[in-house]
């Protein structure tokens, strides 16, 4: 049976312990890593069978798999040691595999190693298809409530109170490169369609500050020479208004096929 660590308890690291611990055929939760282990009791308490809580940095020695659910900088300080160890590394902090060069850097040595759950848009499978052919153009559109942007610098550097729009209101157009860079833990979602498909300068993101609307919607439309795609999602926010319930049940999904195959190859 293979396992589990978890680097980062927060809405979604969380949400991914509770599904574990609920049963994932072939896998088992092994250990969890956390900044403030103090901040983090009453979350592990509230497992069904607690973890061994292990060190940051030593995370890997623990697991076959490492979840990543903790932010860039978490991501930044684990990932080599993890996929020079040989483990499987699931990343949740998508844009820092485009703004970090050393993670970039990793991607291509250790692609194999590198998984990337489809979060709270799907459909990368159909667009890692249609980027085998000859892709047009690939756009994400991502409208969000004020809850989800509040204490962004980007925005406030720009003189925009999330909490004071009160019209739909489009805060950024441009390339997935540029959008990960100003919304660091906003748009993971742009990081991974640009991933799957044509690159993270030619994939177009529009983000939207919508404050008519409680849920996080995005719209991804891809044009390429095998056909067109064009689907919408609303997905319900997790207890971060930031992230949607979608992107832990993504990693429990991804999990899922993971045990499957380590069975298979048992």
């Not at 970090?100 to 850097?105: F, K, T």
């Not at 509040?150 to 950024?172: C, K, Y």
């Not at 997935?176 to 993101?205: D, Q, W």
């Not at 926010?237 to 979608?246: D, H, K």
Request: proline residues 6%; neutral net charge.
């Amino acid at each position: 049976m293979g396992t589990i660590a978890i680097a980062g308890l927060g809405a979604i690291g969380h949400a991914v312990t509770k599904g574990i611990g609920q049963g994932i055929g072939g896998l088992r939760l092994a250990a969890v890593s956390v900044r403030d282990p103090a901040a983090s009791r009453s979350r592990l308490e509230d497992l069904e069978q607690v973890p061994q809580l292990v060190p940051l940095q030593h995370i890997g020695e623990y697991a076959d798999i490492v979840v990543e659910c903790a932010g860039a900088e978490v991501l930044r300080r684990i990932a080599p040691s993890v996929l020079r160890s040989g483990k499987q590394l699931v990343v949740l902090s998508t844009g820092a595999l485009l703004t970090s060069p050393e993670l970039l850097a990793l991607t291509q040595e250790y692609r194999s190693q590198i998984h990337i759950p489809s979060g709270a848009i799907g459909g990368l499978d159909a667009v890692a298809a249609m980027a085998e052919g000859e892709v047009r153009s690939a756009k994400l559109v991502t409208r969000k409530p004020p809850s989800a942007l509040r204490g962004v610098s980007w925005l406030a550097e720009r003189g925009i109170d999330p909490d004071l729009v009160r019209q739909p209101l489009l805060v950024f157009s441009g390339s997935a490169h540029e959008a990960v860079r100003h919304f660091p833990a906003n748009l993971n979602i742009a990081a991974a369609l640009s991933l799957a498909g044509i690159g993270p300068r030619r994939t177009m993101v529009e983000l939207w500050l919508d404050p008519a609307i409680r849920s996080n919607c995005h719209t991804v439309e891809v044009d390429a020479d095998s056909g067109t795609m064009r689907f919408s999602i609303e997905a319900t926010p997790s207890a971060n208004p930031g992230t949607s319930r979608l992107a832990a049940q993504s990693v429990l999904s991804l999990l899922r096929r993971m045990g499957g195959s380590m069975i298979g190859n048992a």
